[in-house]
């Protein structure tokens, strides 16, 4: 059996916490033969909430489960931390402008990136669920100089495994027959689900739907998903939202399928146009650990304007915090 890792949740006593903690304690993110040692963040008052999922964890006898932290101190939480999934967030109040979300936000983001600068692992890996979570992800990465901007990510795998599942169902073909789905951009309602690279049994998606529903359908419905999912169930997603995490921490440690992709939010390089200075959605392979952007594919006047606008979102979320970054 290998040694322990540490896995730090915030955010732990929440509805997303609630759905992830257990899987990864059952070894569905980074394998079945890879003991976790889990540290949980809340904050104070959320802390009794947290004793009771504590509690359940034990009550699960997992095998993989070799430990556990609680505590209300981030430099507690992100002590050693091998992979940090920042879930806990401020949501949007009622009257709250975009701009104070983000600043509530940075508040949050800021001591934490702080804290992970000081405490993680040099080769920490950090998916940000926490909304708006690719401005989250870059409060933290500015926040955390010593540590490689590329540690830290957002997450847009729940944006892309929608579009797989919307696809799969309107060409009557099962999810896992679908390989190359991307998202860029901003996990926001800016975000670009791009058909264009997708493959479906081997053949090109777009020779198998129509612009009108590409562009009428299909791309309202992933951008506007979450909302859908919040007027139907009366809270917002969770259970997928975990499932995604999972699987982007999973690509991300233990690599992807030979001949497919998947979507992060990473730090831009630059690559495919879209300024360096945000965090955007960008088609990637994982090998060892490391994730590397899909270069080379073929960007038309509809995706480029898309791109565009997806990213200049972003650049002015960058503009409203940036107040926020370590000096
Ligand atoms: P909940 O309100 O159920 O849980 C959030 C938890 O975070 C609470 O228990 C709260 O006490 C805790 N928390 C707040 N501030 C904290 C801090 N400074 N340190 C540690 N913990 C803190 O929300 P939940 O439904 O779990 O959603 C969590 C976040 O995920 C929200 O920001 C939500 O918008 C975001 N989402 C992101 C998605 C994505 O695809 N990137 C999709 C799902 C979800 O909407």
Known sequence: ???????????????????LLFRIAAGDMLGK???????????????????GVVMELNDCAFPLLADIV????????????DYALLVGARPRGAGMERKDLLEANGKIFG???????????????????GNPANTNALIAQQNAPDLDPKCFTAMVRLDH???????????GKHNTDIKKMIIWGNHSSTQYPDLHHVTVDGKNAMELVDQAWYEGE??????????????????????????????????????????????????SDGSYGIEPGVIYGYPVTCKDG????????????????RMD???KELHEERSAVEGLFAK
């Open 1 to 19: 059996m290998k040694a322990p890792v540490r896995v730090a949740v915030t955010g732990a006593a929440g509805q997303i916490g609630y759905a």
């Open 33 to 51: 033969d890879q003991p976790v040692i889990l540290h949980l963040l809340e904050i104070t008052p959320a802390l009794d909430a947290l004793k």
């Open 70 to 81: 609680a505590t209300d101190d981030a430099n507690v939480a992100f002590k050693d931390a």
């Open 111 to 129: 001591p934490q990136g702080k804290a992970l600068n000081d405490h993680a692992k040099r080769d920490v890996k950090v998916l940000v669920v």
């Open 161 to 171: 495994n929608r579009a797989m599942s919307q696809l799969a169902e309107k060409t």
């Open 218 to 267: 299909f791309i309202p419905t992933v951008q506007q998903r979450g909302a859908a999912i919040i007027k139907a169930r009366g809270a917002s997603s969770a259970a997928s939202a975990a499932s995604a995490a999972i699987d982007h921490m999973r690509s991300w440690a233990l690599g992807t399928d030979e001949g497919d992709w998947v979507s992060m939010g990473i730090p």
């Open 290 to 305: 490391k994730y590397e952007i899909v270069q080379g594919l073929e960007i038309n006047d509809f995706s480029r304007a």
């Open 309 to 311: 606008a997806t990213a």
